[in-house]
């Protein structure tokens, strides 16, 4: 077994492939759409689908908001330079909601970034 992919359902689809691939740098690696059930699937990441896991971005026509609710953690992206990566971003115009530093009783490099539909993405300064 192994991790496929995780689904996030979205509230505009082109704001949020820019969100993941004009300014995290992900590509858009396939998308569909199925009319018959008025839905358009586009899966995003840093590699073929093959070898590395990806996102579902989930676009429902005709559905502009979602409640993301308290089950919803983060999805978590390991960075070389955390303060650089959070610069960079910052001048891409992504809004840094927990800016660069040690984790809360850790040491590890972390900070938060979110995607225009409200989900936090969790970035780590890799070792």
């Known amino acids: 077994m192994r991790l ?27 998308k569909h759409d199925f009319p018959g059930g008025e839905f358009t699937l586009a899966f995003v990441g840093y590699g073929d689908e093959k070898d590395n896991a990806v996102i579902e971005l989930t676009w429902n026509w005709g559905t502009s908001k979602y409640e993301i609710g308290t089950a919803y953690g983060h999805v978590a992206l390991g ?15 992504v809004n840094v909601v927990r800016e660069p530093g040690p984790m809360k009783h850790g040491t590890t490099p972390i900070a938060f970034i979110e995607d225009p539909n409200g989900y936090k993405i969790e970035l780590i300064q890799q070792k």
């Open 4 to 30: 496929l992919h995780t689904m996030l359902r979205v509230n505009n689809l082109d704001e949020s492939l820019k969100f993941y691939c004009d300014q995290l740098g992900m590509k858009l690696l396939r």
């Open 79 to 93: 960075v070389d330079d955390i303060y650089q990566t959070c610069a960079d971003l910052k001048q891409k115009g």
